[in-house]
């Protein structure tokens, strides 16, 4: 989903939350997984409860081993079936760091190289001519989000039962709010994530390769990390697949992806910690990479290109001076993320079944931090602040919709507003243009935010989406009551006519 450069620098640039106080505030030295891991007993609950997030699966890895598998919560909120350790979620953009795994295996088989043009292995798509180098377009490139194209707006996925489109359909820009790719940058001189990107390295592995891209990470790449309950095929029907939610607690399609590379991994939070384990240096150097692709790859991969992108992950420097390698997931339902510290070799996976995640997310990340460094991120008042302004937002909207009934509730007493069918000039025609019009409205507004779930509503937004629904609800209702008319000269007021029919 969804824009995932968005939500990494939201994540990631120290973006702190009010509900990740209370840490631990001890020396880096002093730090215990099992006092983060109370932490975490005491404040996910509350957390899950404060935003409405029915299941969070957190991993914690302390010096190169797998400490805890937390799991708080429900797969299946309406019929209370909890998560356990091989519930499944969507992990979003995290399949990008997977898929990096298996261009990089390419890589060490001969098969491709990563600086070669991304056209020298491509038949069923060509990159359009748009005035810059194409040659430059190269797999290390498109891996580090430098390769000229355009940040992408994230894929929405296709409901289950819908027929999935090509790869080739969707890089040609089918499919809704996607767009042609075309390169719009020079490539390597700036960073613009984007998810097109690694669609078409899915294309380049399905043609090196000559088999599905599914087929071929399942193979190649997960089960050797040890990832058995992890897949790119896209099946909703699967066993132990959690159930994913929206905002407002509504029950969302499990949606599914062409664009597999860059969206349609299904994974557990055990998975992803092998994953990290893998990624790690160790006591054995043989165990960096697990045979998949070769440790100096594997270090490759961590090392930024341009900004903070390496191949697949992102890498950033904390305030004790140890480098934090991340990334975050997002599809609509589901928010994740994984990160870990290579010094150290600590880590930790956050995975939710609901859009109000995204807030839950950020308040375990910076908790971690916390805990990790002492400190909180850089600019922990930023989110702050967000929070406290959507808040007040939504008072103000709430406010001046109260004001407005008791006004409303005022004139009606006073007879300067009458319900449409007691006046004597019924003016059904700009009532019935006002019931459209509002109709309208919400209904855009209820497919958007609710049904559909394409607005980003984090940080307190729903409240001010609720009210906007109150506010429509409300002027439905007082469209029926018009201004009363100001009887024409000579006649009696309302209150003088209703007297002389009484004095008869």
Not at 2 to 30: F, R, W, Y
Not at 51 to 61: C, D, F, L, N, W
Not at 404 to 418: E, I, K
Request: net charge negative; aromatic share 10%; proline share 4%.
């Amino acid at each position: 989903m969804i824009a995932g450069s968005l939500v990494a620098c939201m994540l990631l640039a120290g973006n702190g939350a009010s509900a990740a106080g209370g840490g631990p505030t001890a020396g880096a030295e002093d730090r215990q997984a099992s006092d983060f891991k109370q932490l975490l007993d005491r404040k996910v609950p509350e957390w899950q409860d404060t935003y409405g997030v029915p299941g969070v699966a957190i991993g914690i890895i302390d010096d190169g081993e797998i400490a805890y598998t937390l799991n708080y919560g429900y797969a299946d909120s309406k019929n209370k079936q909890a998560l356990d350790e091989t519930t499944r979620f969507q992990a979003g953009s995290i399949s990008k760091s997977l898929t990096a795994w298996g261009i990089l295996q390419l890589s060490a088989k001969g098969l491709v190289s990563l600086d070669e043009p991304v056209q020298t292995y491509l038949s069923r798509f060509k990159l359009p001519d748009s005035g810059f180098d194409l040659n430059g377009v190269t797999l290390r490139r498109l891996l580090s989000h430098t390769a000229g194209l355009p940040a992408h707006k994230g894929y929405l996925g296709t409901s289950p039962g819908s027929p999935l489109t090509t790869l080739e359909a969707s890089l040609s820009g089918e499919g809704w709010s996607n767009e042609p790719l075309q390169v719009t940058a020079e490539p390597g001189t700036a960073a613009a994530y984007s998810g097109a990107g690694y669609t078409l390295l899915q294309l380049v592995i399905e043609e090196v390769t000559d088999t599905s891209f599914a087929d071929y990470m399942d193979n190649e790449v997960l089960q050797p990390l040890g990832m058995g309950l992890s897949t790119f095929h896209q099946d909703p029907q699967a066993p132990g697949m959690s159930k994913a939610y929206g905002y407002f607690g509504q029950e969302l399609p499990l949606f599914q992806f062409t664009e597999q590379a860059a969206a349609g991994l299904t994974t557990t939070a055990t998975d992803l910690m092998k994953l990290m384990l893998a990624s790690m240096d160790s006591k054995q150097d043989t165990f960096k990479g697990k045979g998949v692709i070769p440790p100096a790859l594997v270090e490759k991969m961590q090392q930024p290109v341009l900004a903070e992108n390496g191949l697949g992950v992102f890498a950033r420097g904390l305030s004790d001076g140890r480098t934090l390698i991340y990334h975050p997931g997002d599809n609509r339902g589901w928010h994740a993320l994984y990160a870990f510290i290579q010094g150290s070799r600590d880590g930790m996976v956050v995975l939710t079944n609901s859009e109000n995640g995204i807030d839950l997310r950020q308040d375990l990340y910076h908790a971690w931090i916390e805990y990790q460094t002492s400190e909180m991120p850089e600019s922990t008042q930023a989110l702050l602040a967000g929070r406290h302004t959507n808040a007040l937002l939504a008072w103000g909207i709430g406010g001046l919709l109260a004001v407005y009934v008791l006004f409303f509730a005022f004139r009606v007493a006073r007879g300067r507003r009458v319900f449409i069918t007691a006046q004597t000039r019924r003016r059904y025609a700009l009532l019935g243009f006002r019931l459209v019009l509002l109709t309208v409205i919400g209904m855009a507004l209820f497919c958007a935010s609710y049904l559909w779930s394409v607005l980003g509503l984090q940080s307190g937004l729903k409240y001010s989406v609720l009210l906007l629904f109150a506010w429509i609800a409300v002027l439905l209702v007082t469209g029926f009551f018009p201004r009363a008319a100001k009887p024409r000269r000579g006649e009696p007021a309302a209150e003088d006519a209703g007297s002389g029919v009484n004095s008869l």
